[in-house]
């Protein structure tokens, strides 16, 4: 998959996290600008590729910012990410790393988060006693182990305004998937206490996300790729 126009790319899931085994995939996220040509006509550009052999998941810079103001923790994660997992850094790139608390908002981040959170405890309970073979016992033991992730990272972004992507103990995320393999009821406490602690705050979140940054950013990325593609067709 050849997608042009990438601004930043890197290294997401099990691999940033710190979570991953031996055998582990290695998960790509990225954003691109579509040329802003394309956004004048007929039929708007595809504003997602998504490939496996490598994994890897590329939003259009218009879509990755409605994910992120919407909380999404998938499309969050891309712009917090250790220095060392960027594979495409362009200086857009960076200006977008640059205002990104700009995404942020309490009620959205704390329902994203929570919302997925929820959405793995769901996939557990169907799971039943833990009485499945091995390859399901290996899908709820990852499952839980995201669960977890969601709400630990979730609850420090919503009361610091950050967003730390490596968790800080692997082995007890492994522990506890484990535990919740054999008994997924195992993962209801867990859940249970971070609802609370979302209830009860404080947080460093504003209660709507600041916009205009990110319009001014976006605006950027159009002009640059007209510009881009008005030098080109003089050049021919």
């Known amino acids: ?30 954003l691109f600008a579509a040329p802003t ?25 218009a879509k990755w910012c409605r994910l992120a103001l919407g909380g999404n923790p998938t499309a969050m994660e891309l712009v917090w990410l250790p220095d060392g997992l960027y594979e ?3 200086p857009l790139g960076d200006e977008l790393i640059g205002i990104r608390t700009a995404f942020l908002s309490a009620k959205r981040v704390r329902d994203a988060y929570l919302g997925y959170a929820t959405q793995q405890f769901r996939r557990l309970e169907a799971r039943g006693d833990g009485s499945f073979p091995a390859d399901s016992r290996r899908r709820t033991a990852k499952h839980a182990r995201h669960l977890k992730r969601l709400c630990t990272q979730g609850l420090e972004l ?8 490596r968790v800080e103990d692997p082995e007890e995320y492994h522990a506890f998937g484990e535990r919740v393999a054999a008994d997924p009821s195992e993962a209801l406490p867990l859940l249970r206490h971070y609802e609370e602690a979302f209830g009860a705050g ?19 990325v159009r002009e640059h790729f007209w510009a881009q593609t008005a030098s080109s067709a003089v050049g021919a």
């Open 1 to 30: 998959m050849t997608v042009p126009n990438i601004l930043l790319s890197g290294i997401v899931g099990s691999t940033a996290y710190g979570l991953a085994r031996p055998g582990s995939d290695i998960d790509r996220l990225g």
């Open 37 to 61: 040509e394309e956004l004048h006509g007929l039929r708007r550009p595809k504003e997602s590729h998504v490939s496996t052999a490598p994994d890897r998941t590329l939003h259009e810079a």
């Open 88 to 90: 495409v850094r362009t």
């Open 158 to 165: 919503y009361t610091t305004g950050r967003l730390t992507i």
């Open 202 to 220: 404080p947080t460093a979140l504003p209660g709507e996300p600041d916009e205009a940054p990110v319009e001014a950013w976006l605006r950027r």
